[in-house]
């Protein structure tokens, strides 16, 4: 019994950051996708990242591939830092396929506003505005809940978006004034417009 308590104590930490079983898996492997384009170079990334020339002229993966490559392995790691964060703060509030659609809402709202509303967006990459549609679900699903840190995480995020909107990306941010703000604001909106729709998860999943 003794040699079993600090795999347990290890295993309630896993699952505390919702990182045990497949859930670990999962990350692992999501980190990895955000990871991976980077081992490809500059080639892969000119083929993937939005482009609003490309996208003209017809090349619509770009539309999808641009949220999972980043300006180099830097940004790729924080943003990996980034899904890890959200990853053990909500995790386990939707179901798999429910993160799938808020993930998918957002990357389109982002997609459908740096076309229509940021004309002068000649590229972008980086999942930073996924990520941003993550947290506004999860924050959601903890309001529904009356949690305490739901007031919490809305009240970061909207001072964030807000000092955002008026100056601009935040000092530490890793890429400085090449970021596109309104692609956090988008990505918020869209996660929150499929989020409103969905039911959290009652419990673990």
Not at 1 to 27: E, I, K, Q, W, Y
Not at 184 to 192: K, M, N, T
Request: glycine share 12%.
């Amino acid at each position: 019994m003794h040699v079993n308590r600090p795999a347990n104590g290890f295993s309630r930490v896993l699952r505390s950051l919702n990182c045990d079983g497949r859930f670990g898996l999962a990350l692992l492997a999501a980190c990895g996708l955000l990871l991976a384009p980077e081992l490809a170079g500059d080639a892969a990334r000119a083929l993937l990242r939005y482009e609003r020339a490309g996208l003209a002229a017809g090349q619509w993966w770009r539309l999808l591939t641009a949220h999972a490559v980043h300006l180099d392995l830097e940004h790729a790691a924080l943003n990996s830092l980034g899904l890890v964060l959200m990853w053990a703060l909500f995790a386990r509030d939707y179901r798999p396929r429910q993160w799938l659609a808020i993930v998918l809402g957002a990357i389109a709202v982002i997609d459908c506003g740096l076309w229509l509303r940021d004309s002068t967006v000649a590229w972008y990459v980086g999942s930073s505005g996924a990520l941003h549609g993550v947290m506004a679900a999860g924050t959601l699903a903890h309001l529904r809940r009356r949690d305490l840190d739901g007031w919490i995480l809305a009240a970061f995020l909207l001072v964030k978006l807000g000092y955002e909107q008026w100056a601009g990306a935040l000092p530490f941010s890793g890429s400085g004034a090449g970021v596109v703000v309104n692609a956090h604001l988008y990505g918020v909106l869209g996660g929150l417009a499929v989020a409103a729709v969905q039911k959290p998860a009652p419990g673990p999943v």
